[in-house]
T-cell receptor, first 114, second 114 residues
Framework: DTGVSQNPRHKITKRGQNVTFRCDPI?????LYWYRQTLGQGPEFLTY????????KSRLLSDRFSAERPKGSFSTLEIQRTEQGDSAMYLC????????????FGSGTQLSVL | AQSVSQHNHHVILSEAASLELGCNYS??????LFWYVQYPGQHLQLLLK??????LVKGIKGFEAEFIKSKFSFNLRKPSVQWSDTAEYFC????????????FGGGTRLMVKP
């Protein structure tokens, strides 16, 4: 396994700007998850895909957040009109269907909204 | 909605001391239980998991956890910690029929003094 890759590692943006993060899962994994983690807290589930289909979406995910996985491989998470409260570590994870509960996490994208 | 509580936010131990980290969850139905670990500078990785069967599960690096259904608990234990166990530990719960959404606790930072 080459691991789950996330880009960029860090993103600093001004309030009101749009940002997009990318996640490349482990190649044979068809499930992909996005989590958000703030300082001192555990990761919070945002959404997950099986192949290209978005199957679950947390109530935490406001309308400003959108995620895609167009070809069932990499995924993007876009935040529109960023707010200071969006500052967090955004984590991506992937898994196989047959062992779907074992998640392999990436190193995350740290977003700072000024 | 389910929740996961980790009561110890910071734990400091000397090498060879025994470790027990508490985890309690609120959901009353069928659950899958996990402990994830994040070593300094690394991504989250699975330490151990419980789905069914023997409530005492063994994981990597000498860790084990016991599921006590009547107490809604899944405490993590290790008889003798090492300096290399310094990390942040997260308990997580997945409802038995709730897809792949993991609910994480707030984490426990463990520091092991050499």
């Amino acid at each position: 396994d080459t691991g789950v890759s996330q880009n960029p590692r860090h993103k600093i943006t001004k309030r009101g700007q749009n940002v997009t993060f990318r996640c490349d899962p482990i190649s044979e994994h068809n499930r992909l998850y996005w989590y958000r983690q703030t300082l001192g807290q555990g990761p919070e589930f945002l959404t997950y895909f099986q192949n290209e289909a978005q199957l679950e979406k947390s109530r935490l995910l406001s309308d400003r957040f959108s995620a895609e996985r167009p070809k069932g491989s990499f995924s993007t998470l876009e935040i529109q009109r960023t707010e200071q409260g969006d500052s967090a570590m955004y984590l991506c994870a992937s898994s196989r269907v047959s062992d779907n509960e074992k998640l392999f996490f990436g190193s995350g994208t740290q977003l700072s909204v000024l | 909605a389910q929740s996961v509580s980790q009561h110890n936010h910071h734990v400091i131990l000397s090498e060879a001391a025994s470790l027990e980290l508490g985890c309690n969850y609120s959901y009353g139905g069928t659950v899958n239980l996990f402990w994830y670990v994040q070593y300094p500078g690394q991504h989250l990785q699975l330490l151990l998991k419980y789905f069914s069967g023997d409530p005492l599960v063994k994981g990597i690096k000498g860790f084990e956890a016991e599921f006590i259904k009547s107490k809604f608990s899944f405490n993590l234990r290790k008889p003798s910690v090492q300096w290399s166990d310094t990390a942040e530990y997260f308990c997580a719960v997945n409802e038995g029929n709730a897809g792949n959404m993991l609910t994480f606790g707030g984490g426990t930072r463990l520091m092991v003094k050499p």
